[in-house]
């Protein structure tokens, strides 16, 4: 008779280790899978860095212009024409240009950095000669580099795809004066800085890692410049700001309603007893 009792929570527990052990099975699938994934796309970063980096710079530069479009400045619809300047730029310049100007010609102006590259941290530290080629190669990026040939390059893209019907080189280069001290300021004020580590890993890891850098300025430009605008309508307003528009109305209106609640309440109070002397 026991056993008949016991014979449903038997064939309970069967299946709930069943379920357990096919769960774990699933599970440790998906992991497998995973770290083969990841062990794939590492080799072909290490094997293919050129072709590894101009698929990480496109995807990434269009991605962070989607983002910003849609979560920061909130916009309805996707400007993909604005979306098409960063593809051309990150695919380009970021994939193609700075492959060749940080990992070809760095290496024949500073024949030891690959060597640097690959020492661990301890021995790079004691590397004088590998320390001022460091210096240098963060001095040519920042003070070269970025102030004549990266933005340039990005405001005269800019200009074709998105400017009016004037010169292009002529338009990009005039909006980059206008806006080149605050660009360069803060490319310089992170990247100056963030280069050390750029330049320190390894050889195949450094475009890959300069790619991975935000294009903050070029973004940033492109969001508060108006002649990026398609249309030269107005941004709308956000809806904070209408907001902190209409409180001094908001105020006065509940100011003009509370006088008028006042008004209409019936006057309520004690009244004075006044005491008669007797005559």
């Not at 996707?78 to 310049?93: E, H, L, Q, S, T």
């Not at 070809?104 to 690959?114: D, E, I, T, Y």
Request: hydrophobic fraction near 45%.
């Amino acid at each position: 008779m026991f056993r008949l009792l016991l014979r449903p929570v038997a064939k309970a527990r069967a299946r709930y280790h069943s379920t357990v052990a096919g769960a774990g099975a699933a599970a440790s699938v998906a992991a497998a899978e995973t770290v083969a994934v990841g062990e794939g796309t590492l080799t072909f970063a290490r094997t293919q860095p050129f072709k590894f980096n101009i698929i990480v710079a496109t995807v990434k530069t269009a991605l962070c212009d989607l983002l910003v479009q849609r979560y920061i400045e909130k916009r309805d619809t996707i400007d993909w024409k604005r979306n098409g300047v960063f593809v051309m730029f990150g695919g380009a310049y970021l994939g193609v240009f700075q492959y060749g100007l940080y990992v070809g010609l760095f290496q024949r102006l500073w024949p030891g950095m690959a060597t640097f590259a690959a020492q661990p941290l301890s021995q790079k530290l004691r590397n004088a000669a590998g320390l001022r080629d460091l210096c240098k190669q963060i001095a040519f990026d920042n003070f070269v580099h970025y102030p004549f040939i990266y933005f340039p390059t990005f405001y005269c893209i800019k200009e074709g795809l998105q400017g009016d019907s004037g010169p292009v080189v002529a338009g990009g280069l005039a909006k980059y004066r206008a806006n080149g001290v605050e660009d360069n300021l803060k490319m310089w004020a992170l990247w100056i800085p963030g280069d050390a580590i750029v330049y320190a890993v390894p050889l195949w890891m450094r475009q890959t890692a300069a790619t991975a850098r935000p294009a903050h300025a070029p973004a940033a430009r492109l969001a508060s410049t108006p002649s990026v605008a398609l249309s030269r309508q107005a941004p709308a307003q956000p809806r904070a700001q209408l907001r902190v528009d209409l409180l001094p109305q908001l105020l006065a209106r509940r100011a003009r309603r509370g006088r008028r609640d006042r008004a209409a309440r019936p006057r309520t109070g004690v009244s004075r007893v006044t005491s008669q002397r007797p005559a």
